[in-house]
């Protein structure tokens, strides 16, 4: 099978490293992918020095390349407009967000285009079902993140370094000053969450949450919003603590973690068992994969 792969994302973020993990297992498993990203931007960096086909994302690249492939996969928003300007042959988009689909006439019209979605949860499979999206043209299809080595346990309280106004950053330093806690706001969480007592990930609205998998995957305990698909992650006081978005509320639950090292223990070990067991990146690859093969066989 030969895919192509559309991103338009400038940074590496939870969905860029989806990619890339996608790319390096359907390689592993024999199928070849291009990939159509910004020049100069870590995933097109990232699987250049990979070995793997890579291009510079435009209008006329990607028409002239759907051309030649099996499948091509959308995995942006922007790389869904693109998509139904210029693609040709059957495409897939990657749904990765909880917001609402806008009812306007450009956006029925582009959403009415494609031969299928790929939603990253239950959640945001509904947030398409209510834009009018069939129930038969999505597949959920959760993230998956690596099974490494599990942190050693650390002393720092570890969140996501973001400006995004749909995250809670603000909520979340208001929480430690009331816990009286030093949160490290962390660009390169792979390296940071080997020093982490516990990660907190706060946001107002979330389609899953591949931060927290990375968290649970490496034996971090985990605090995370009581919101959108992270519900579909955590069960609450078995693999991770949810909370309501209050900085009081907050502030308990980190402090809970944090002075009940054999609860933080358990629930550490109940998350990385979780991911072994439904997140990982296998996994994700074989789902996605599956997407694939229906798709191309009707």
């Known amino acids: 099978m030969r895919v192509l792969h559309v991103d338009t994302g400038r940074e590496l973020r939870g969905g860029q490293w989806q990619v890339f993990y996608l790319l390096k297992g359907l390689a592993a498993a024999g199928h070849t992918s291009l990939l159509l990203a910004p020049r100069l931007s870590p995933l097109y960096e990232m699987a250049s020095s990979q070995g793997w086909e890579v291009r510079p994302v435009g209008l006329a690249s990607l028409a002239r390349l759907s051309r030649r492939v099996d499948l091509t996969h959308l995995h942006d928003a922007r790389a869904h407009t693109l998509a139904a300007l210029a693609a040709r042959g059957p495409w897939v988009v990657a749904r990765r967000v909880a917001f609402p689909v806008r009812r306007d006439l450009i956006s029925r019209w582009k959403y009415a285009r494609a031969r299928h979605y790929i939603a990253v949860s239950k959640h945001v499979q509904q947030t398409l079902m209510a834009a009018g999206v069939a129930a038969e043209k999505i597949s959920v299809v959760y993230d998956g993140v690596p099974i490494s080595a599990a942190s050693l346990g650390g002393a720092w309280v570890v969140a996501p370094a973001t400006e995004d106004p749909q995250k809670g950053s603000a909520l979340l330093r208001q929480a430690a000053a009331l816990a009286r806690l030093e949160v490290r706001f962390s660009d390169n969480l792979a390296k940071d969450l080997a020093h982490a007592a516990v990660f907190v990930y706060i946001t107002h609205q979330e389609g899953l949450g591949s931060a927290v ?18 519900s579909e992650l955590i069960e609450d006081a078995r693999t991770g603590l949810a ?27 109940r998350a990385r068992q979780r991911v072994q067991e439904h997140f990982s990146a296998e996994a994700m690859v074989c789902n996605t994969l599956q997407v694939y093969e229906r798709l191309l066989s009707c």
């Open 243 to 269: 909370t309501d978005n209050a900085p009081q509320a907050i502030a308990s639950a980190l402090k809970r973690v944090l002075d009940d090292r054999s609860f933080a223990l358990q629930l550490a070990v």
């Open 213 to 230: 998998l990375l968290a649970m995957a490496m034996g971090v305990p985990v605090v995370a919003s009581r919101t959108g698909g992270l």
